[in-house]
């Protein structure tokens, strides 16, 4: 089982970044794939899940508006766009898998079985 993360990089506030994670060694449509970040000094939280058994989506408060996610199971990939950008966006970016459960918590952390080595993203003032 791989995920590979592509895209990260700097960007000045307001602008746009598109991140990739490419997947192999398990059926993507079986799965749930999230993004996840985490700043310096600060805990992993969830930003976005997309659950491919039913197309839906789910965000953190403080990305909803701003960032997309999607999933192409054709090429085995998940995308998240960024928009609007802002310096507190500033992290390690990682995506991860999880094998959905009834009654998941989709943006947890722990609930997923596997991880990226994730993408630096830095948004300056």
């Known amino acids: 089982v791989q995920l590979v993360e592509s895209g990260g990089g700097s960007v000045q506030a307001g602008g746009s970044l598109r991140l990739s994670c490419i997947v192999s060694?398990?059926?993507?449509?079986?799965?749930?794939i999230g993004w996840f970040r985490q700043a310096p000094g600060k805990e992993r939280e969830g930003v976005s899940v997309?659950?491919?058994?039913?197309?839906?989506?789910y965000y953190a408060d403080s990305v909803k508006g701003r960032f997309t996610i999607s999933s192409d199971v054709a090429k085995r990939t998940a995308v998240l766009e960024r928009n609007s950008l802002k310096p507190e966006d500033t992290a390690i970016y990682y995506c991860?898998?999880?094998?959905?459960?009834?009654?998941?918590?989709?943006?947890?952390?722990?609930?997923?079985?596997?991880w990226g080595q994730g993408t630096q993203v830095t948004v300056s003032s």
């Open positions: 991860a898998a999880q094998k959905p459960v009834f009654g998941c918590n989709w943006l947890a952390a722990g609930e997923y079985d596997y």
């Open positions: 060694g398990f059926i993507i449509d079986d799965y749930a």
């Open positions: 997309i659950n491919n058994n039913d197309g839906s989506a």
